[in-house]
């Protein structure tokens, strides 16, 4: 059986690789992003379905999110609140993934939880960056 106790143990190893959870409705952006956490020697698990998130983040426990907001059936800042709301969840940092840059939709993926933003497209480095900030790792 594998508690919340081994997952914190784990976490703390030299031979731990960070899980990254993508939630995309574009296959394209769901293999971009897999390709650059690999390249990073992070694990990762992707879902092109919105109302999977949710279950995933709770199962796993990834130690980041990245969430596209426009999603169909159950959108990124409706799924980021949920995040939020979750004690067991509510500590992931969840970075959006958007083509939504006006200043307004800034403010409501803000609100929605999300702590940080990355505009598509978006560059690799940039994703990179935020990946390495919320990991509090240094750059390899």
Known sequence: MHSKLNNIIEK?????????LVVDNDYDNLLLASYVIESLG??????DKSE????????????VVLLDIV?????????ARS????KNTAHIPIIAITGLTR???????????????????Y????????????LKRPLI
Not at 52 to 63: F, Q, T
Not at 71 to 79: E, H, N, W, Y
Not at 103 to 114: N, T
Not at 127 to 133: I, S
């Open 42 to 47: 992070m694990a990762f698990v992707f879902t």
């Open 12 to 20: 703390e190893s030299e031979t731990y690789r960070p899980l990254i």
């Open 103 to 121: 200043p307004e939709d800034i403010e409501k993926i803000v609100e929605a939880g999300c702590n940080s933003y990355l505009c598509k497209p």
């Open 123 to 134: 560059l690799l480095e940039d994703l990179e960056l935020k990946l390495y900030a919320y």
């Open 71 to 79: 999603m169909p059936k159950v959108d990124g800042l409706a799924l």
């Open 52 to 63: 999977e998130c949710l279950n995933l983040v709770e199962k796993l426990l990834p130690d």
């Open 83 to 86: 995040i939020r709301q979750n």
